[in-house]
Each structure stands twice: as structure tokens, then as C-alpha cells.
């Protein structure tokens, strides 16, 4: 016996109606999903097959149990379904439609993701963390984009613009792949989504995290509108990805804008005076 799992909230702005199976769980890296507990008391399968590492339900691998409150404590029955009706990223709709494009405002950003040297790069550098935070380089005097830390690795953004960016995945015979990229600061607009070669403007999926594909032809194109003044990192949620140069920032609005948008609040003042007092027992020492 099998759940139909209804998908209501893939992420806060995204809705989508019924779906019998989830077969794509990086795809989920929101991991919001909401399941209608109306199926007979008993225990459940909750199984997901990843695309690398151990594949299958031996032994427990990849497998949880979805037990009802009054189920006995045992295994559900050992039956394994076949997926049959996969979640497809364009069959999502977002709850509010996007703005209507004027076609004086866009933006366009290639981004082309390659690797080299035996780390990832977007537009040809790999992103190097910084030893002072992006925020707190432009809190402290940075005057523009060409200032920051890692050089290369950022792209100033206007306010108010609509910022189109299409992945180029064309290296994906080093890059590897899927790649699930996130972006921080905004929801955006799946224009185009992995797999697939038509554009939909006018109800595509909002996410935060989005494919890059597996296929060279995939060109993954988003959209978001400039309205939030800040540092914002996209990168590969993959963390040894990022950690391996997979990451660019975008620097949206002047600094001064980003400054007073981005206020410290006194508690982080304090931060330092209240550990500096902990006692040796406070600090489990
Ligand atoms: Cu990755």
C-alpha cells in the first residue's frame, strides 16, 4: 500500500495539486512537503533512490518508516512500487504570477559553469571564501563590486531591474551533474527548466534551488526582479561543490543602499562582551 503524496508547497510561493510519486528528491533541497495523514492506521515506506552512492532498499538502506500512532511496532510490508507518475519541475505554478515584463528593464547574465584546475568556476573563476564576509567587507568601506574578495567572483546587479540568468551547462562532461543551484536573497522564476527546450513566461515555477541539467543542450534560465539590496551568493548546494569554487555573488543595489538595508542590530554588538563574560563551566570547559 502506497501513499499518493500531494506536493502543496514545494517551496512557500509554489503550489502544485497531486503527485503519486517523488522521484526526484535533489530537486528538494527546500524540503517542504505536506502529507495528508488519511490512509488506514498501519506503517509506511518512506524510500528515496539518490542518483549516486548505494542505489536500492537492501537492508534498510535509503528507507524510512512512516508509522501511524497506534500501528504495531514492525517493518510495512515489503512491497517496492515503480515510480509512475514523476514529478516533472515544469508542471509547477507559482501561487501569484509574474510581473509582466516591459522589455526596456531586463538584464541578461550568461553564466557558464566550467571546471578547471580541479575545481568548479562560474564565468572562469572559482570562488575562494573570503576571510571577511562579503557583508562585512562593504560594511567596512568596500566602494564597489571591483573591491571585493574573491576578485572575479562578483557581478553587480541595478535595483529594479529584471535579471535574467541562463546556465550554460555545455561543460557537462567536466562539470558532472545534475547541479542543484540555490540563490540567496530571492524566489526566482524557472523560465526554463532542466530537460526541457520551451520557455514559459507566464506561469513558471518560483524556486530557490533549481537544476542545471544533465544534458549539454540544457539552458536553465531564471528570472528575479531587483528589489533587495544585498550580497547574495548563488551557488551549488552541494557543499563540496562549493566549497570547490561552485559559488558567484551578486552585489544588488550601491553600497551605501546595501548598508542601510543590511542594519547590524545591537545584539550583535553584544555578541562579543556576553562570551567574553561566560565562565569556564559556561563555556564546558
Ligand atoms: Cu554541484
Same mark, same amino acid.
Given at each position: 500500500?502506497?501513499?499518493?503524496?500531494?506536493?502543496?508547497?514545494?517551496?512557500?510561493?509554489?503550489?502544485?495539486?497531486?503527485?503519486?510519486? @517523488?522521484?526526484?528528491? +535533489?530537486?528538494?533541497?527546500?524540503?517542504?512537503?505536506?502529507?495528508?495523514? *488519511?490512509? %488506514?492506521?498501519?506503517?509506511?515506506?518512506? =524510500?528515496? *533512490?539518490?542518483?549516486?552512492? %548505494?542505489?536500492?532498499?537492501?537492508?534498510?538502506?535509503?528507507?524510512?518508516?512512516?508509522?501511524?500512532?497506534? +500501528? =504495531?511496532?514492525?517493518?510495512?510490508?515489503?512491497?517496492?512500487?515503480?515510480?509512475?507518475?514523476?514529478?516533472?519541475?515544469?508542471?509547477?505554478? &507559482?501561487?501569484?504570477?509574474?510581473?509582466?515584463?516591459?522589455?526596456?528593464?531586463?538584464?541578461?547574465? %550568461?553564466?557558464?559553469?566550467?571546471?578547471?584546475?580541479?575545481?568548479?568556476? @562560474?564565468? !572562469?573563476?572559482?570562488?575562494?571564501?573570503?576571510?571577511?564576509?562579503?557583508?562585512?567587507? @562593504?560594511?567596512? !568601506?568596500?566602494? #564597489?563590486?571591483?573591491?571585493?574578495?574573491?576578485?572575479?567572483?562578483?557581478?553587480?546587479?541595478?535595483?529594479?531591474?529584471? $535579471?535574467?540568468?541562463?546556465?550554460?551547462?555545455?561543460?557537462? +562532461?567536466?562539470? !558532472?551533474?545534475?547541479? &542543484?543551484?540555490?540563490?540567496?536573497?530571492?524566489?526566482?522564476?524557472?523560465?526554463?527548466? +532542466?530537460?526541457?527546450? /520551451?520557455?514559459?513566461?507566464?506561469?513558471?515555477?518560483? =524556486?530557490?534551488? $533549481?537544476?542545471?541539467?544533465?544534458?549539454? /543542450?540544457?539552458? $536553465?534560465?531564471?528570472?528575479?526582479?531587483?528589489?533587495? &539590496?544585498? &550580497?547574495?551568493?548563488?551557488?551549488?548546494?552541494?557543499?563540496?561543490?562549493?566549497?570547490?569554487?561552485?559559488?558567484?555573488?551578486?552585489?544588488?543595489?550601491?553600497?551605501?543602499? @546595501?548598508?542601510?538595508?543590511?542594519? $547590524?542590530?545591537?545584539?550583535?554588538?553584544?555578541?562579543?562582551?556576553?562570551? #567574553?563574560?561566560? /565562565? /569556564?563551566?559556561?563555556?564546558?570547559?
Amino acid at each position: 500500500m502506497y501513499y499518493e503524496m500531494s506536493v502543496l508547497r514545494v517551496q512557500h510561493e509554489t503550489k502544485l495539486e497531486l503527485m503519486k510519486e @517523488i522521484s526526484r528528491p +535533489a530537486l528538494f533541497f527546500d524540503r517542504k512537503l505536506i502529507l495528508d495523514a *488519511n490512509q %488506514p492506521i498501519n506503517n509506511y515506506w518512506v =524510500r528515496a *533512490n539518490p542518483n549516486v552512492g %548505494p542505489r536500492d532498499f537492501e537492508g534498510g538502506i535509503n528507507s524510512a518508516i512512516l508509522r501511524y500512532r497506534g +500501528a =504495531r511496532i514492525a517493518e510495512p510490508e515489503p512491497e517496492i512500487s515503480i515510480p509512475v507518475n514523476q514529478l516533472q519541475e515544469t508542471s509547477l505554478a &507559482p501561487l501569484t504570477l509574474p510581473p509582466v515584463e516591459d522589455g526596456t528593464d531586463r538584464v541578461d547574465i %550568461p553564466l557558464v559553469f566550467g571546471f578547471s584546475g580541479g575545481s568548479f568556476t @562560474i564565468n !572562469g573563476h572559482k570562488f575562494v571564501p573570503p576571510t571577511v564576509p562579503v557583508l562585512l567587507q @562593504i560594511l567596512s !568601506g568596500a566602494k #564597489n563590486a571591483s573591491d571585493l574578495l574573491p576578485r572575479g567572483s562578483f557581478i553587480p546587479l541595478e535595483l529594479n531591474k529584471t $535579471v535574467q540568468i541562463t546556465f550554460d551547462a555545455s561543460a557537462v +562532461a567536466a562539470i !558532472g551533474g545534475p547541479h &542543484p543551484i540555490h540563490l540567496h536573497g530571492h524566489n526566482f522564476d524557472v523560465i526554463r527548466s +532542466a530537460g526541457s527546450n /520551451t520557455s514559459n513566461y507566464f506561469n513558471p515555477p518560483r =524556486r530557490d534551488v $533549481v537544476s542545471t541539467g544533465v544534458a549539454a /543542450t540544457d539552458k $536553465v534560465t531564471i528570472r528575479f526582479r531587483t528589489d533587495n &539590496p544585498g &550580497p547574495w551568493l548563488l551557488h551549488c548546494h552541494i557543499d563540496l561543490h562549493l566549497v570547490n569554487g561552485f559559488a558567484i555573488v551578486f552585489a544588488e543595489d550601491k553600497f551605501p543602499n @546595501i548598508i542601510s538595508s543590511n542594519p $547590524v542590530p545591537d545584539a550583535w554588538n553584544q555578541l562579543c562582551p556576553i562570551y #567574553n563574560n561566560l /565562565t /569556564t563551566a559556561q563555556l564546558g570547559q
